[in-house]
Nanobody
Framework: VQLQASGGGLVQAGGSLRLTCARS????????MGWFRQAPGAGREFVAT????????YYGDFVEGRFTISRDNAKREVYLQMNSLRTEDTARYYC????????????????WGQGTLVTVSS
């Protein structure tokens, strides 16, 4: 499985970005995809997850309705629409494939993309 994240960049507080994760390789209908983030000096933090074959989504508590995870099965892509960005959202964002465990735990994801950097300025 290969995961490629893109869409990061520099944005002012209050702005929006849309991240894309393109996946290739092995696919199962029950696959679950997640987004995590990691700020400098911090651990990886759960952002959102979506099941590949239904509409169930889960978000980290800090999201507070600002982010939306979605997917396009035909394109094999997962998206993270981020609105009302805050300076504290600055981090490298990673997409990952769930392989078993608790969905908020990074160790539950066995495949990771290289990440895309999001910088929110004040």
């Amino acid at each position: 499985v290969q995961l490629q994240a893109s869409g990061g960049g520099l944005v002012q507080a209050g702005g929006s970005l849309r991240l894309t994760c393109a996946r290739s390789g092995r696919t199962f209908s029950s696959d679950e995809m997640g987004w995590f983030r990691q700020a400098p000096g911090a651990g990886r933090e759960f952002v959102a997850t979506i099941l590949w074959n239904d509409d169930r989504t889960y978000y980290g508590d800090f999201v507070e309705g600002r982010f939306t995870i979605s997917r396009d099965n035909a394109k094999r892509e997962v998206y993270l629409q981020m609105n009302s960005l805050r300076t504290e959202d600055t981090a490298r964002y990673y997409c990952a494939l769930f392989t078993g465990g608790r969905y908020k735990d990074p160790s539950a994801y066995g495949f990771w993309g290289q990440g895309t950097l999001v910088t929110v300025s004040s």
